[in-house]
């Protein structure tokens, strides 16, 4: 018999789906998408179920509008994988599946290869490069850009060059555009290019012959010590899975290391690579997703929501740098890219390789209790030396925007050697606070518990944590002094004194404010290894993963307030932090040098990233979790609650307490920690609270939460805030 109803998951906040009517005409697929009408609107959902029951009337339920696909969206594994990261992240099923698909297909776009429009010169628009173009400036950027060849419209689009400059010079007969259909062809053959290798030491060639006497699912930490060619390992395993025929995934923690991680894959393989990143714009989004699904693509390389795409083939996955916070979503789908990687290996029955020089303490623990294979390398590749550590104890000294003088002499000292010098400061803007000299006022966010940032480059105030922005102020809003002075140092300022101190080299900032263009970043690498700048300075964004030879010393300005911080995993971000940007120097055959500034050179964990390894300070870490039954020994949920009135947040979480507490899954291993303000305490206007549930185990804290939730949303204060679940939380701001 003919299903006459569809039960489709819709991208509303409830836990719950809707059914629909299957008109004659129309034959919906389970996992393909449909136009339904909800209220007012018509919205695109997946039909999860076809049925011929409903728990309301027939003639009640509205019809099905529009089938818009002949296939699943997603291949039975993917299907199943997004089950159970709704189920598992305690989020609703239709926002789910929405967050799987990119932007074209959620509003409803037919799922096939889009044209690229690209543009080229004509033979006339040849001849008239010779001649030149006068005044029209816009118009002399978009021939010379397209002197070397044909250049994607996007690219234009980034270049903020409009369509109206394009169509002109269309008009004039001087460029045209072309269509551009990604092809679909086989690559497994000849699938390596021939350059020149590196010679494989044995760790390197024992962790290889691991992996790949792997013919299902297994887990592998990769630990290597920074430049220990962890890539190399990479490329040599995928390389047997593309000869196979089958396609690699690999993640990367941000955007900013995918340019030379495409690099290195484009030039050792002769297959098609894709990039999914969420940089790119609708059409190229969905070109990626598409190109992976039909096995027009061999490498899928991204960020965390690359994970979420569908493969014809997948034979591996790679998760670089797997400690990352990164890999966390801190909105909607509260993931962890790394933990739902390792199920998505396990559905697809491939190994997964979690490739870091710092593993998360999560990983660590289970790669030292069995649970994943571990592998280790422990050298750094070819002539690289390791590099010395030097702490700076910088009580009672002078500062010259956060720099000591024992730091200049010892820049003075690489840069007259012809190398290049890196200096890391995780603070963007010219200075993180504006004060009165007089009274002592400080320039605050009216909506957040936060300082404004003063930015000297736009004269402006910025709020970096709601984003509220407006000119700099120029008279104390507490007493009237326009003697107002700047506090503390940001990257911004720190690039202005190195102008001073060292005229005769170039310096060159990246942070989120300088690299805000699309392409930004990648010049700016690029010019990095050049030799064209040779100070770099930089916040997270410089630390990860890039490999610049010419740098010899890395200093570390301003990381005391992580020594001292309320989250239980300051401790190991900032050892991670320290080994990641220490290992930023003496990459090639150069000796390298990490200076540390500190007031506390005396603290038991400089003491020990300094004198000993990551994995000593690791394995102390695990022994105070333990201790503390801390995760990994112990398993979090955060509840988050916000709203004008902060009673009503407080009313709400003591609710949720309460309600907690009183359920039979709730045992004596169960704990329920606050309710507490959260660390920012006003954010956008937003009074914000906490709670913490603590479990043994993840079944408990599964089925307690599980069965809770409904509980929860039926409180009478639910209505009045604004709440949200956030599973094994990273962040706990």
Not at 149 to 172: C, M, N, R, W, Y
Not at 175 to 193: C, G, M, N, T
Not at 233 to 254: H, M, S, T
Not at 679 to 707: C, E, I, V
Request: proline letters at 5%.
């Amino acid at each position: 018999m003919r299903p006459t109803i569809a039960r489709v998951a819709l991208p509303v906040p409830l836990d719950k789906q809707f059914d629909y009517q299957i008109p004659g005409h129309l034959f919906p697929i389970i996992g393909g998408r449909v136009s339904v009408p909800f209220g007012r609107q018509t919205l695109v959902g997946i039909v999860t179920a076809l049925v011929n029951q409903s728990e309301f009337d027939f003639d009640k339920l509205k019809p099905i509008k529009q089938v818009l696909d002949s296939q699943p969206v997603w291949p039975d594994s993917l299907y199943s994988l997004l089950l159970w990261c709704s189920q598992f992240y305690q989020y609703p099923l239709g926002d789910t599946l929405m967050n799987a698909m990119p932007s074209a297909l959620r509003k409803g776009k037919p799922a096939d290869f889009s044209a690229l429009v690209e543009w080229q010169l004509t033979a006339s628009g040849k001849d008239q490069l010779m001649q030149g173009f006068g005044r029209a400036v816009k118009q002399a950027k978009v021939m010379y850009m397209l002197e070397a060849g044909s250049v994607p419209h996007q690219e234009f689009v980034d270049q903020e060059i409009s369509s109206s400059v394009l169509k002109t010079l269309a008009e004039k007969g001087w460029i045209e555009s072309l269509e551009k259909k990604p092809v679909v062809r086989d690559w497994s053959q000849d699938v390596e290019a021939q350059v020149d290798k590196p010679k494989l030491n044995t760790e390197q060639a024992v962790a290889i012959a691991t992996v790949n006497s792997t013919l299902e699912f297994g887990c592998f930490l990769l630990e290597g010590v920074t430049g220990s060619g962890k890539t190399e390992v990479y490329l040599n395993l995928i390389k047997p899975v593309l000869e196979k025929g089958r396609q690699a995934l690999v993640l990367v923690p941000e955007i900013g290391l995918t340019p030379q991680t495409i690099n290195r894959f484009k030039k050792r393989f002769n297959v098609p690579v894709e990039v999914i990143h969420s940089g790119l714009n609708d059409t190229e989004r969905l070109n990626a997703w598409l190109s992976a699904r039909d096995n027009a693509a061999g490498i899928v390389i991204g960020t965390r929501s690359a994970l979420l795409t569908p493969f014809h083939d997948l034979g591996i996955i790679i998760v670089d740098e797997e400690h990352d916070a990164s890999y966390k979503q801190q909105d909607s789908l509260r993931y962890h890219a790394r933990d739902v990687a390792v199920m998505r290996a396990n559905k697809e029955q491939i190994p997964i390789v979690l490739g870091s020089a710092t593993p998360a303490l999560e990983t660590l623990h289970n790669a030292l209790s069995g649970k994943y294979h571990h592998l280790v390398l422990s050298k750094r590749a070819g002539n690289a030396t390791p590099t010395t550590n030097k702490v700076l104890d910088i009580k009672g000294l002078y500062l010259e925007s956060g720099l000591s003088s024992p730091l200049i002499a010892e820049m003075r000292k690489h840069l007259q050697a012809g190398n290049q010098v890196m200096l890391f400061l995780n603070r963007r803007g010219f200075s993180p606070a504006l004060m009165c000299h007089e009274c002592g006022w400080i320039a605050e966010c009216k909506r957040c518990d936060a300082y404004y940032t003063y930015h000297q480059y736009s004269n402006e105030i910025r709020c970096h944590h709601c984003g509220s922005q407006q000119p700099t102020i120029h008279q104390c809003q507490g007493c009237g002094s326009s003697h107002l002075v700047t506090v503390g140092v940001g990257t911004e300022q720190l690039e202005n004194q190195l102008a001073d101190l060292f005229p005769e080299y170039k310096t060159i900032r990246i942070d989120r404010d300088s690299t805000r263009r699309k392409g930004s970043l990648e010049s700016a690498l690029a010019s990095i290894r050049n030799g064209e700048y040779q100070i770099l300075i930089g916040t997270q964004m410089l630390a990860k993963g890039h490999h610049f030879p010419d740098v010899t010393l890395v200093g570390l300005l301003d990381v005391d307030g992580s020594l001292y911080s309320s989250d239980f995993r300051a401790s190991e971000r900032l050892a991670q932090l320290f080994i990641q940007v220490a290992g930023r120097a003496g990459r090639a055959s150069k000796p390298g040098e990490v200076v540390l500034q500190t007031h506390h050179p005396e603290h038991s964990l400089l003491e020990a990233l300094l004198t000993k390894s990551y994995r000593d300070f690791a394995e102390t870490a695990l022994q105070e979790r333990k201790m503390a039954m801390l995760p990994p020994f112990s398993f979090l949920t955060l509840f988050r609650a916000e709203a004008n009135n902060s009673d009503h947040v407080e009313d709400f979480l003591r609710q949720v307490r309460h309600t907690l507490e009183a359920h039979p899954l709730f045992d004596n291993y169960c704990q329920v920690l606050g309710p507490t303000p959260a660390p920012l305490a006003k954010r956008a206007g937003k009074y914000r609270w906490q709670l913490l549930l603590q479990t043994q185990n993840r079944s408990t804290m599964q089925r307690l939460l599980s069965s809770a939730k409904p509980a929860i949303q039926l409180l009478p204060s639910a209505k009045k805030v604004r709440w949200t679940l956030d599973i094994e939380p990273q962040d706990l701001s």
